[in-house]
C-alpha cells in the first residue's frame, strides 16, 4: 500500500498568519494516464469530511481562495494564506493513483 | 444541493451481518463512482471500498481488511448505495461515510461489540 505521511501532526497557529501541511507518499502519485490523484480534505470538530482540493492543486466549489494545493511526484502542500477561526479542524491528504487509496494520518490544526 | 444520507448503522456482535444504505440526491448518481470510508473512534479516515458506475463495468474494489467480509453494491433506480457488511469484527467499529469524494454523507456508527 501506498503510504501517506503528513506533517506536522499538529499545528498551532495565529489568526491572520499562514499555514502550511505536508504530505509526502511513498512512492509517485502520477497516474499512468498522466493526471496526479492527491487530494485535501478538512474534517471540522463533530463534522463529517469536506474535500477542498483535488488531483493537487484544483479548489473545489465553495472553497475559499485562501486554500491552495501544490506539489509533485511524492511531495505535497496544503497551504492557507491566512488562517480564520474557521479553518479549525484536522486536515488529510488522499491518494487515489494506487489502489487501495490511502489517507495520510491527519494534521491537526488549531488556534494559538 | 447534493445529500448523500446514510442509514442501517447500530450495535451487533462480532460475527454478525449489517447492511448500510446510502440514499442519494441532487446528483446524477447513475453517473458517479461511489465510496465507502470509515472512521473509528478518535482515529483518521480509512477508504474500504468503492463501486464504479454501469458504464464503466460498475466492478468492485476493496481495502485488505475487509476484502472477502464486506460488499459494496448499488441499486441506480433507487439512487441507492450499500455496504453489506459480514462476519464484523470488533476493529470494524467505526462511523461509516458514503462518499463522492467531491460530496460525504453524515455518516452512519456501527459498533461492534459482545
Known amino acids: 500500500d501506498v503510504v501517506m505521511t503528513q506533517s506536522p501532526l499538529s499545528l498551532p497557529v495565529t489568526l491572520g498568519q499562514p499555514a502550511s501541511i505536508s504530505c509526502r507518499s511513498s512512492?509517485?502519485?502520477?497516474?499512468?494516464?498522466?493526471?496526479?490523484?492527491l487530494d485535501w480534505f478538512q474534517q471540522r470538530p463533530g463534522q463529517s469530511p469536506r474535500r477542498l482540493i483535488y488531483?493537487?492543486?484544483n479548489r473545489d466549489s465553495g472553497v475559499p481562495d485562501r486554500f491552495s494545493g501544490s506539489g509533485s511526484g511524492t511531495d505535497f502542500t496544503l497551504k492557507i494564506s491566512r488562517v480564520e477561526a474557521d479553518d479549525v479542524g484536522v486536515y488529510y491528504c488522499?491518494?487515489?493513483?494506487?489502489?487501495?487509496?490511502?489517507f495520510g494520518g491527519g494534521t491537526k490544526v488549531e488556534i494559538k | 444541493e447534493v445529500q448523500l444520507v446514510e442509514s442501517g448503522g447500530g450495535l451487533v456482535k462480532p460475527g454478525e451481518t449489517l447492511r448500510l444504505s446510502c440514499v442519494a440526491s441532487?446528483?446524477?448518481?447513475?453517473?458517479?463512482?461511489m465510496n465507502w470510508v470509515r472512521q473509528a473512534p478518535g482515529k483518521g479516515l480509512e477508504w474500504i471500498g468503492r463501486?464504479?458506475?454501469?458504464?464503466?463495468?460498475?466492478?468492485?474494489e476493496y481495502a485488505p481488511p475487509v476484502k472477502g467480509r464486506f460488499t459494496v453494491s448499488r441499486d441506480d433506480s433507487k439512487n441507492t448505495l450499500y455496504l453489506q457488511m459480514d462476519s464484523l469484527k470488533t476493529e470494524d467499529t467505526a462511523v461509516y461515510y458514503c462518499?463522492?469524494?467531491?460530496?460525504w454523507g453524515q455518516g452512519t456508527l456501527v459498533t461492534v461489540s459482545s
Open positions: 462518499t463522492t469524494m467531491g460530496k
Open positions: 488531483k493537487v492543486s
Open positions: 488522499m491518494q487515489a493513483t494506487h489502489w487501495p487509496l490511502t
Open positions: 512512492q509517485s502519485l502520477v497516474h499512468s494516464d498522466g493526471n496526479t490523484y
Open positions: 441532487g446528483l446524477t448518481f447513475s453517473e458517479a463512482w
Open positions: 463501486i464504479r458506475r454501469e458504464t464503466d463495468g460498475g466492478t468492485t
